[in-house]
């Protein structure tokens, strides 16, 4: 079992920046890819960055790509978001998700129970 927490989400006005961090407990952290997903409001889940077990591959949804950087510290088993300039339609619950993959994929076995995202015009 892998637990997640989510943290960092909050209220920001449109063109900032916020931090999203992802605390991963239980199994070896270091042999999964991580990811990222976010749902709006009336909306499915969507896919927004993976990183792969040793940060060498990552990838971005394309309405993220260029504003959003995903990183991770094995050794203190996190993974962050860093989303800068943000958008009114970035506003979404987001959730970390883990899978024994290169990619994480909506088929993720472990999820976080989401942080939300606000951000007003």
């Known amino acids: 079992q892998v637990q997640l927490v989510e943290s960092g989400g909050g209220l920001v006005q449109a063109g900032g920046s916020l931090r999203l961090s992802c605390a991963a407990s239980?199994?070896?952290?270091?042999?999964?890819?991580m990811g990222w997903f976010r749902q709006a409001p009336g909306k499915g889940r969507e896919f927004v960055a993976s990183?792969?077990?040793?940060?060498?591959?990552?990838s971005y949804a394309a309405s993220v790509k260029g504003r959003f950087t995903i990183s991770r510290d094995n050794a203190k088993n996190m993974v962050y978001l860093q989303m800068n300039s943000l958008k009114p339609e970035d506003t979404a619950v987001y959730y970390c998700?883990?899978?024994?993959?290169?990619?994480?994929?909506?088929?993720?076995?472990?999820w976080g129970q989401g942080t939300q995202v606000t951000v007003s015009s």
């Open positions: 990183i792969n077990w040793n940060g060498n591959s990552r």
């Open positions: 239980g199994r070896t952290f270091s042999g999964y890819a």
């Open positions: 998700a883990a899978e024994l993959s290169p990619v994480v994929s909506p088929r993720a076995e472990y």
